[in-house]
Structures are given as structure tokens and as C-alpha cells.
């Protein structure tokens, strides 16, 4: 019996002896861990920050009549460019009835009173010639004859512009012809011949007939969040882009950045503006939406390397990368950092272009046919 367990335990021993020699052999057989590298490059890199926003003309006008009618000619279609003084529309005076009436009666009395004076006026130029009245009377009659002259000529006046809308003395005080007040483009033009209109007035703002803008001046108005705020100021270069206009950027500059910022769905954005530079040879709409990318600093043409490849000291959090010094040999150096972007990121000091850079952080490739889930 001892016998037996003798050689049991002698087969365990040679048995595990065996199968750490054949665990050895098989670890031996295996491809040593072969690390990747990556050369410094020469990088443009820029740190910005984003806004949402849409581009409109710096100069919009709304055209309004200072005189309520009817549309009754329209000269001027969205898209049309216009000069200061060009026609816009034409209006026609449509009269109150009551005030018709009234006016045209004011100058049916004013004439019987025109009437009266002017045979009072004619007895006592007689009595003047012939002396028997002084002049001071025949200046007082005369007087009183100018007065109701001009009682009527108001009255008349009043009659046209009931009827009409303006007066010859009126000049460009009131009138029916509306013309554009600036050069620039007809954006739009929300009325048809047809529609009535009121004047612009302290009680009421009046009926638009037309919008003209500077279509050559346009800027960018957009919003920021206030976590972003803090990191921009006036005179930073922008660089923006529009959805419509596929691969073209437009450069500008930030003009304006709003004190005062307004929540808006649980967030506060404050307000910013920003110049466009002018292109004569791409036309932009007004209302583009558009993306403006807000560049806080800029390195041009410095070595950079990726983030990924940066490693930190745990105790001092200094970063530091493993360079190849032989056939899959490192060694460590401590680097200086300057801007980043996220992806890439300047190196002042610590490693040259011609250094390969331990990849050390790479990422297992998937087993080809394996998905997720199965």
C-alpha cells in the first residue's frame, strides 16, 4: 500500500514538473510585445471656442409712409438694388367722406366770406383816393382783406390734401410717392398694389413697404455661453462658416460682446457681433445661419505631438513621453507643453523632430467576426 502511494505521489511530482516545463516552452515561443511609434510634426494649432448665430446686413432700413392710402404702384421686386431717392411705390389718398365734406364746405365759406371783404375792401380804397379816409383805416380794411385771402388758400389746401394726399407746398413733408431713403438691395417687400397703408406716426409705427440693406456690409450676430464668455474679448479673429456656402470660410473680427447676458433654456448666452470682411465674389444672403469659430490663440508651424502620446508623473503630474533609444528601447524625458487643441499639442522643449515616440496607450484591435453581443 505505501508502495503505491509512493509512485502516485512520484507521477504528481513528474507530471507537474512536465507541465511547467511545457508552460515555460510555450511562454518562450511567444512574440515579445512590440511597441509603435510616432515622429513629432509640424503643426498649425488653435485653441477657439464655438458660437451659433446668422449673418445680416450692418445697415437694414424698413421704408414706411408718412401718409396713409392705398398701394397703387409697386417699381422695386426683393433683389432689386436701389440708389438713394429711386422710386419705391406710389400711393393714392382714399378721403374720409365726413372730412371731405367738411372740407370742401370750409371753402365754399371762406369764398362768400372772400366776397364780402373784397367789396368792403374795394369802398374803402375809393374813400382813400379821394380822402376821405385815413390811411391807417384803409390799412386795417386792407388787412382784413389779406386775412381772408389766406383763410381761403388754407382751406383750398386742406381740400388737396384730403383729397390727394399732398400740396405743392408741401414738398417732401407728404407725399404719395415713397422712395428709398438708402443705397442697397430690396430684401423684401411684404405689400401688394392693393393693400392699404398707414403712416408712421408717435401712436403707430407704421406699415412696411419695403426693406433695403447693405448687402456688401454684413456681420455675423451670434450668442455664447457664459462659461465661454469669460474667455473672449473684443478685437479676436473669427473665422466663420456657412451651412449654405459649402467649403469657404469667411474671415472676421468680434466687435461687440453683450454686458448683460439672458437665460435661455436653463443657460445664459450673452449676445456678440462680429464684422465680416468684405467678398465681392461670393454674394451672402441675409439670415444665413452660420458658425463662427472665436480663435483665443494661435501657434503657427510649431513641432507638435498628439496628446495620447503625453504621460504624467503621478506624484509631480509632469508630463513626460518615452522616446526609442535602441530596438524597442525607451527612455523617459520630461517635456514642456505649450497650446493644445485637443488633439494636438505644442512642444517648447524635451524632444526633437527626428525622435520616435513610444505609443503607449494603444488600443487592442478587435478579433476579426467578433461583434458585440454574441
Known amino acids: 500500500m505505501k508502495k503505491v502511494i509512493t509512485i502516485i505521489v512520484l507521477l504528481l511530482i513528474v ?17 515579445p510585445e512590440v511597441f509603435k511609434t510616432e515622429e513629432p510634426s509640424t503643426e498649425t494649432i488653435v485653441k477657439k471656442t464655438m458660437a451659433t448665430g446668422t449673418l445680416i446686413p450692418r445697415e437694414e432700413v424698413e421704408v414706411k409712409p408718412n401718409i396713409s392710402g392705398v398701394v397703387d404702384k409697386l417699381f422695386v ?12 411705390a406710389q400711393l393714392k389718398v382714399v378721403p374720409n ?11 365754399r365759406q371762406s369764398k362768400i366770406n372772400l366776397a364780402n371783404e373784397k367789396k368792403v375792401f374795394q369802398r374803402q380804397k375809393e374813400l382813400y383816393e379821394r380822402g376821405v379816409i385815413s390811411e391807417n383805416d384803409f390799412d386795417l380794411a386792407k388787412n382784413s382783406y389779406d386775412n381772408v385771402l389766406q383763410t381761403v ?22 407725399t404719395t410717392e415713397i422712395k428709398a431713403r438708402i443705397s442697397g438691395m ?3 417687400v411684404p405689400i401688394e398694389i392693393g393693400n392699404q397703408v398707414i403712416e408712421a406716426n408717435n401712436f403707430n409705427e407704421g406699415t412696411t413697404i419695403a426693406i433695403i ?4 456690409d454684413m456681420i455675423f450676430k451670434g450668442k455664447v455661453d457664459e462659461s465661454e464668455v469669460g474667455k473672449i ?12 456656402i459649402e467649403d469657404k470660410t469667411f474671415d472676421a473680427s468680434l466687435d461687440y460682446i453683450s454686458p448683460k447676458g439672458t437665460e435661455e433654456n436653463g443657460a445664459v448666452q450673452f449676445d456678440i457681433e462680429g464684422s465680416l470682411k468684405r467678398n465681392d465674389s461670393i454674394f451672402i444672403r441675409a439670415g444665413l445661419s452660420a458658425n463662427a469659430s472665436i480663435i483665443l490663440e494661435r501657434s503657427t508651424d510649431v513641432l507638435a505631438i498628439s496628446e495620447s502620446l503625453v504621460q504624467f508623473e503621478k506624484e509631480t503630474n509632469e508630463p513626460f513621453v518615452e522616446v526609442e533609444v535602441g530596438d524597442q528601447k525607451f527612455e523617459k524625458r520630461m517635456i514642456e507643453l505649450g497650446l493644445s487643441d485637443g488633439i494636438n499639442v505644442e512642444v517648447l522643449s524635451g524632444v526633437n523632430k527626428d525622435d520616435k515616440i513610444k505609443v503607449w496607450n494603444r488600443v487592442e484591435e478587435p478579433i476579426a467576426g467578433n461583434r458585440r453581443g454574441r
Open 15 to 31: 507530471a507537474l514538473f512536465g507541465g511547467s516545463l511545457f508552460y515555460l516552452y510555450q511562454k518562450n515561443q511567444e512574440s
Open 153 to 174: 388758400r388754407a382751406a383750398e389746401e386742406n381740400l388737396e390734401i384730403i383729397e390727394t394726399g399732398t400740396t405743392q407746398d408741401a414738398g417732401n413733408a407728404a
Open 186 to 188: 430690396i430684401l423684401d
Open 77 to 88: 421686386e426683393p433683389g432689386d438694388n436701389v440708389q438713394i431717392g429711386d422710386m419705391i
Open 213 to 216: 440693406a447693405k448687402t456688401d
Open 97 to 107: 367722406i365726413t372730412n371731405l365734406n367738411s372740407a370742401k364746405n370750409q371753402v
Open 233 to 244: 474679448k473684443e478685437g479676436l479673429p473669427l473665422e466663420i462658416t456657412v451651412g449654405a
